[in-house]
């Protein structure tokens, strides 16, 4: 019996200690982001998500940094993205983050409203942010406070089969001028002429909220105001899903389901890049990904609607961005090492457009020369696209969007629910998130 | 029939009403070691998470017993219990079902024994590969298999995997299809039965079928009956497969969201492990009740000799 | 003529079970642009540079991770062979205060999803600085908290007949001896089990391995494979299906090797 005692103790100690820990896991940093530079030995972790390529092009540089600074080691942690973010959760609840993270879009407002990051406008001694447009700055901003630096830049793109078109007798339309009708009716006839082995049109509204935004933007709304809540119109929401449902309706996209098969299955997999369809909605960025998977001659066309709407339904959106953990013990290190990711041309010839056509515009033109055919159409495209302001990042608590998007979608492509009550639903489901975490 | 009766009585000759505390604590010691310093504070910390909002980040505040009133109106926590009842209720008895039957079919001797088993086996040991969501496609999808060889006899098919009328039939087909860890096991079990006893019943005249119900049957409940309880657990908690195929989302429209898939999505990709921690409380509870019945309906159907 | 039928049932339906494995061998063998291109097994164009690509894709060669991998799943089996036996044998065959309470609380260590205990427990380990080492994943097996093995020795031991440590304890045996000497040998079939389910389950686990090695110098297998795929560029899955098929044949040599043992029983020992 004598150890059911001995067992009680330990375990209010050991459930103590737990959530001990569990709760200093919220103390604040270490040192400042503005002072000297150690001359000590110091480590870093650094980490992000990708796929092979981007692993080896990341080390390569890492390498080249700790040959320029020699008493700082940093140690590189790649992972896939959904396992990425498992991990950083876990890593920053037990307070053991790396001090660099590749951030994205949806989750900046959940890891620094709750504390998680360095502000770098602290950090300003060590990390340099002149070359970069104050528009793609903004989009790393919360509350004035600097929370991440725009890696890459990508804007919203409709990408086109010129074979297929040629093959099928299709004229290319003017993306100058084009409507979404015009995408319809240019979509139907390639649906038409191949007899339905090859679609028109992949539908979209799956894997990511840009094709949302930009629906809300032209019709002069937006997805969320600027205190964070969602304030898309339901109406607007609902012609949205309407389209969607009517490409499928007529045949100028594959049956939903086949849609939602080569959604989930990844960009190889996809309509585009097994040509078996002509137009797709894609990050301009993906432009060289698509064109070594399809073997075939892509063009990135401008959005339709956009010569009609209200207001530009474009904008430049970060591919990614650094961030530095506001509990990192070396603050002022970390940040110099973003400086390096960020505006060392020596690291951005190896980097390249691996994570989107640079936001630093010094750097897009230093690297310009060394694009490949498709990289140089995918940065062209930014230039020749008219951009509104980007909108507000994603508020914490709606890091789930594109899930309940993609939910919403598929209900309605498959007529369980009417675009009006999907949009309804919509509206409720994302808003009570955002409460939530409020 | 009487030889084995004999040993049976033989077997319930235990010594009763002696403890041994000691031998016990002995043998118990690492797993004790492992309860107390391994096991106990992370269960006792989720416990306590369950009364929480607890968003990862910020240290967790207590809330009552919110979490547990907000479940009664969380409609796709409904729906996902709804989908995880489904598939705990066709698949496992699928699954044994097979699984039994094989491995009984592979118990005589049979050339080429080695190589059924392994290939039967094969499918197991692909597990959780995020290769698995490729192939599945290959099998399931628009352009798979199944809806090539229903080409030939004419008939259109359709996207089985991407489908809400048909996703989780296939990843009950999936787990099926990996049967191959409950059919070692009864394999295994097969092996245990001392041959004496067939000798024994054949001596009494015997036949085939007899012996099956008399023999095989009793002598192997013990292990029909582990793999019953753990099947019911594991596919309470039945995560990767669904993860993996439908990329973590639980679709085609909720189709497939499992109830430790919607737990892990409010955990991790809302931040909201306060209210997943209360969930995955609640699902103890659940597979504690279906293991407690199984337990006592055991009483009935399993037969130990000891 | 049974017996050919009951053959070319089997073969058929082995057939159907390895039709995805085979799949996934003839998909490491094809460029990476013809993959997803072209249904069904045939091969027209063998090219063996997805295995070259892929061992050297990340950042050390694959073969480093697979190293991991086994001293990991090394550390797993014997933990789980000596602590979950002797767990087992306790449950099985020994009499002693609040059995049934004990033998409850094992059963429900098993019901509580990872994903709830994972954070609590990446505190504890990192608490201990056991992240980015193998502990956390190899000393929970050495303390028996596997309770699926212990479960099912528990079942095997009660299996076994009574008599023989009946006879072993009247001829002065005390337990140890009656566990090593009478129960061990005679519970092989769940012995090879545990081992050949703990190979197969520790080589593939993800999440608890993605969690707490987060060195790459440290990754294993599983890790390591997830990090060809990223949805949003282009995978490749060539060099992902290569090495899926290297790290198959550690884990199917295994099983050849183990299930050797799963014959030795009872059965085949006879006892008198």
């Known amino acids: 019996m004598r150890f059911v005692k001995s067992r009680r103790v330990a375990w209010t100690t050991l459930l103590a200690v737990t959530l001990g820990a569990a709760l200093a896991a919220c103390g604040g940093g270490g040192s400042d982001a503005g002072q000297e530079l150690s001359k000590e030995p110091v480590t870093l972790r650094f980490t992000w998500w990708g796929s092979d390529a981007r692993h080896k092009r990341t080390q390569q540089v890492i390498e080249l940094f700790q040959k320029k600074y020699p008493n700082i080691t940093v140690k590189g942690e790649f992972k896939e993205w959904n396992g990425y973010w498992d991990s950083l959760a876990t890593t920053v609840a037990a307070n053991d983050a790396p001090d660099i993270i590749q951030m994205d879009e949806l989750y900046i407002a959940s890891y620094a409203e709750r504390g998680a990051l360095l502000d770098l406008g602290t950090a300003k001694k060590h990390l340099e942010t002149n070359d970069f447009d104050p528009a793609a700055l903004q989009t790393g901003q919360i509350d004035g406070k600097q929370y991440a630096i725009p890696v890459g830049l990508s804007s919203y793109s409709m990408v086109v089969n010129e074979d297929l078109l040629k093959e099928y007798g299709v004229a290319m339309p003017?993306?100058?001028?084009?409507?979404?009708?015009?995408?319809?009716?240019?979509?139907?006839?390639?649906?038409?002429?191949?007899?339905?082995?090859?679609?028109?049109?992949?539908?979209?509204?799956?894997?990511?909220?840009?094709?949302?935004?930009?629906?809300?933007?032209?019709?002069?709304?937006?997805?969320?105001?600027?205190?964070?809540?969602?304030?898309?119109?339901?109406?607007?929401?609902?012609?949205?899903?309407?389209?969607?449902?009517?490409?499928?309706?007529?045949?100028?996209?594959?049956?939903?389901?086949?849609?939602?098969?080569?959604?989930?299955?990844?960009?190889?997999?996809?309509?585009?890049?097994?040509?078996?369809?002509?137009?797709?909605?894609?990050?301009?960025?993906?432009?060289?990904?698509?064109?070594a998977a399809s073997g075939k001659k892509l063009k990135l066309l401008k959005l339709p609607g956009e010569a009609q709407a209200k207001s530009p339904g474009a904008y430049y959106k970060p591919s990614m961005y650094w961030s530095v953990s506001s509990r990192s013990k070396h603050p002022a290190e970390a940040a110099l090492f973003v400086n390096y990711l960020a505006n060392s041309e020596e690291a951005a010839n190896v980097l390249l457009t691996d994570r989107g056509v640079p936001a630093n515009k010094k750097i897009r033109t230093a690297i310009a020369g060394q694009l490949k055919e498709t990289d140089k159409a995918a940065a062209g495209y930014l230039d020749a696209i008219k951009v509104g302001p980007a909108p507000r990042v994603t508020p914490k608590g709606a890091s789930g969007i594109e899930a309940i998007l993609k939910r919403h979608t598929e209900q309605v492509l498959f007529g369980r629910l009417t675009p009006d009550a999907a949009a309804a639903s919509f509206i409720k489901e994302l808003q009570s998130e955002i409460d939530a975490a409020k | 029939m009487s030889a084995l009766g004999e040993m049976r009585r033989l077997g319930s000759s235990a010594q009763k009403g002696k403890k041994d505390n000691k031998a016990a604590f002995f043998f118990l010691l690492p797993w004790f070691a492992g309860l107390l310093f391994i096991t106990v504070g992370p269960v006792a910390a989720s416990l306590v998470l369950g009364f929480t909002e607890y968003n990862l980040i910020q240290p967790p505040e207590f809330n009552g017993v919110d979490n547990f009133t907000r479940m009664l109106d969380d409609t796709r926590l409904h729906h996902a219990l709804g989908v995880t009842f489904k598939y705990v209720a066709v698949s496992v008895p699928l699954q044994l079902a097979c699984a039994l039957g094989l491995a009984l079919l592979l118990d005589k001797g049979l050339r080429g024994l080695a190589f059924y088993r392994s290939a039967f086996y094969l499918p197991s040991l692909l597990g959780s590969s995020v290769a698995i969501a490729v192939l599945w496609r290959q099998i399931f999808g628009a352009e798979g298999l199944i809806n090539q060889v229903l080409a030939f006899a004419g008939i259109q098919g359709r996207g089985w995997i991407s489908d809400p009328d048909t996703a989780l039939s296939t990843l009950i087909v999936l787990n099926v299809w990996t049967f191959g860890a409950p059919m070692i096991i009864f394999l295994a079990g097969l092996r245990q039965i001392p041959e004496m006893y067939y000798e024994a019943a054949a001596t009494d005249g015997a036949g085939r079928w007899t012996q099956f119900w008399r023999i095989t049957l009793p002598l192997l409940s013990p292990i029909i009956f582990f793999n019953l309880v753990l099947q019911i657990i594991h596919a309470f908690q039945s995560f990767t497969q669904a993860f993996v195929v439908s990329g973590g989302t639980g679709g085609p429209s909720d189709s497939t969201l499992f109830y430790t898939l919607y737990l892990y999505q409010r955990g991790f990709n809302n931040f909201d492990m306060g209210y997943a921690s209360a969930l995955a409380w609640l699902l103890l509870v659940i597979i504690a009740a279906f293991t407690a019945i199984n337990f006592w309906a055991a009483k009935h159907w399993v037969f130990y000799d000891d | 003529m049974t017996k050919l039928l009951r053959h070319v049932g089997?073969?058929?339906?082995?057939?159907?079970?390895?039709?995805?494995?085979?799949?996934?061998?003839?998909?490491?063998?094809?460029?990476?642009?013809?993959?997803?291109?072209?249904?069904?097994?045939?091969?027209?164009?063998?090219?063996?540079?997805?295995?070259?690509?892929?061992?050297?894709?990340?950042?050390?060669?694959?073969?480093?991770?697979?190293?991991?991998?086994?001293?990991?799943?090394?550390?797993?089996?014997?933990?789980?062979?000596?602590?979950?036996?002797?767990?087992?044998?306790?449950?099985?065959?020994?009499?002693?205060t609040g059995k049934r309470l004990w033998f409850a609380i094992m059963l429900?260590?098993?019901?509580?999803?990872?994903?709830?205990?994972?954070?609590?427990?990446?505190?504890?380990?990192?608490?201990?600085?056991?992240?980015?080492?193998?502990?956390?994943?190899?000393?929970?097996?050495?303390?028996?908290?596997?309770?699926?093995?212990?479960?099912?020795?528990?079942?095997?031991?009660?299996?076994?007949?009574?008599?023989?440590?009946?006879?072993?304890?009247?001829?002065?045996?005390?337990?140890?001896?009656?566990?090593?000497?009478?129960?061990?040998?005679?519970?092989?079939?769940?012995?090879?089990?545990?081992?050949?389910?703990?190979?197969?389950?520790?080589?593939?686990?993800?999440?608890?391995?993605?969690?707490?090695?987060?060195?790459?110098?440290?990754?294993?297998?599983?890790?390591?494979?997830?990090?060809?795929?990223?949805?949003t560029v282009e995978t490749s899955w060539g060099s992902m299906f290569a090495m899926s098929v290297v790290s198959l044949a550690p884990i199917i040599l295994a099983f050849l090797l183990g299930q050797r043992y799963l014959i030795k029983g009872i059965a085949t020992t006879g006892i008198k």
Not at chain 1, 219 to 244: C, E, H, Q, R
Not at chain 3, 51 to 64: I, K, M, Q, T, V
Not at chain 3, 65 to 77: D, K
């Open chain 3, 108 to 231: 429900g260590t098993i019901m509580l999803p990872i994903h709830v205990i994972i954070v609590p427990q990446y505190i504890l380990f990192s608490q201990l600085d056991w992240i980015n080492t193998f502990l956390p994943l190899i000393v929970p097996k050495v303390l028996a908290t596997d309770a699926f093995f212990i479960f099912l020795m528990v079942q095997f031991i009660r299996g076994l007949p009574r008599e023989l440590d009946e006879a072993a304890r009247i001829d002065g045996c005390g337990h140890a001896r009656i566990f090593l000497r009478i129960v061990l040998p005679l519970m092989m079939p769940a012995l090879a089990t545990t081992a050949i389910f703990t190979f197969i389950w520790t080589w593939n686990d993800f999440f608890s391995q993605l969690i707490y090695l987060t060195d790459p110098e440290m990754y294993t297998v599983p890790v390591a494979l997830r990090s060809f795929v990223d949805s």
């Open chain 1, 174 to 291: 003017d993306d100058n001028t084009w409507t979404w009708q015009d995408l319809k009716a240019a979509g139907a006839q390639v649906s038409k002429a191949s007899g339905g082995k090859v679609t028109g049109v992949q539908s979209w509204g799956f894997n990511d909220a840009g094709g949302l935004n930009i629906w809300a933007r032209q019709a002069g709304a937006s997805l969320y105001d600027d205190k964070g809540n969602v304030s898309i119109p339901p109406s607007v929401l609902a012609n949205y899903w309407t389209y969607l449902a009517d490409l499928a309706k007529e045949g100028i996209a594959p049956p939903p389901s086949v849609t939602i098969e080569r959604a989930s299955a990844g960009l190889d997999q996809s309509g585009t890049a097994t040509n078996t369809s002509a137009f797709a909605t894609w990050w301009n960025t993906q432009l060289t990904s698509l064109t």
């Open chain 3, 10 to 96: 089997l073969l058929l339906l082995a057939l159907l079970m390895l039709y995805p494995v085979l799949w996934m061998v003839v998909s490491s063998l094809r460029p990476n642009n013809e993959i997803f291109r072209r249904p069904g097994l045939v091969l027209d164009n063998l090219q063996t540079q997805n295995y070259g690509e892929g061992w050297n894709a990340l950042a050390s060669p694959f073969g480093h991770y697979m190293v991991n991998s086994s001293i990991v799943v090394l550390g797993c089996i014997v933990g789980n062979l000596v602590s979950c036996s002797m767990a087992a044998y306790a449950f099985a065959r020994l009499d002693f």
